[in-house]
């Protein structure tokens, strides 16, 4: 009885998939648009994390007597 062959390439993620449809569908520079649009949606979804934990910081030192 022999093992089934293995196979040598990896199978694609999802985002490897899309990414390969986007760089079909878009020229370089569209690409380049969504990405760093998509960097900046994440940037201020950082900044705000930081700015509502830094206002529980303030409500908690101002609380105190």
Sequence with gaps: MQAAPVR???IPSFTDALRAIESLLMSGGH???RRNAWTSVLEDR???KDRVEAQRILDAASSRP
Aim: aromatic fraction near 0%; glycine fraction near 0%.
């Design 8 to 10: 040598a390439t990896a």
């Design 31 to 33: 690409r380049t648009a």
């Design 46 to 48: 950082r900044r705000a």
